[in-house]
């Protein structure tokens, strides 16, 4: 109790703490600072003009605008396929179909170097692989990478002459269907012969020639082979005895 009664002293005679009041000179009203707004067109850096105007050389000197890649490629593997503009797209625009491992360096490289293509700038774009149900199971479609260029010069793709399309494509149902007939109509040793439709490229194929194996030693690797198959089956369930039993 005589702790309490000091602090009740302590408490009755000290004085409340005074506010903190900033000096008159320490407050700044806000100044309201004029903006335009139409931004000054000569306010660009030195570094991005100078960038500029060496673009603009290097199209007129017909060099690539771009640092080209130390790495020499002389036989390049990868498949870029040139695919139809779509209906918003400019014919100043292209768009290819690259691997997933290519990026924009090494497509602005490629169209440089093998068709003197200049690639001003580039968007890449990876389509989402799908499901698909096929009986019982599903499985997922690979993704498709596909990246659209800019180009100095426009191209246009030629007309689709149709009658020809047509043509082409009924001879190649016709095809087709005087396979499936061969094939049917087919018995005996004519079913291993190769085809006449597209050249035999459709099959079936002849058997693939097999090594000759003596039969003693073909009977001595079977004898070997279930030999060891039996042991690695006793091995395990040695194992699975002595987890089950603790041994």
Known sequence: MPRLRNLQ?????????????PHAREIKAPVAVERSAVPDPTAYSKHSQKLYDMFVEDVAANRPHFPIGGKEVYFPWAPITLLRPSARMTPYQAQFVVPLNFNKLDLRDYL???????ALNITTQVKWSQWHRQGYSRYRTP????????????????EVDT????????????????????????????STK???AFDGLLGPYPAAPKPYVPKKIKA???????????????????????RFTQL
């Open 194 to 196: 190769p085809a006449k």
């Open 220 to 242: 001595n690797m079977a004898n070997l082979r279930d030999k060891s198959s039996k042991a690695v089956d006793k091995k395990s369930e040695e194992e699975l005895i002595r």
């Open 9 to 21: 002293r302590v408490l009755q005679h000290s004085k409340p703490p005074k506010p903190i009041i």
């Open 163 to 190: 009658a020809a399309e047509e043509s082409h494509q009924k001879s190649t149902n016709l095809t087709f269907t005087k396979h499936e007939e061969e094939l049917r109509d087919r018995l005996g040793s004519d």
């Open 143 to 158: 993704q498709v990478k596909k990246m659209i260029i800019d180009m100095d010069q426009p191209f246009i793709w030629p």
């Open 112 to 118: 440089w170097h093998v068709y003197g293509l200049r």
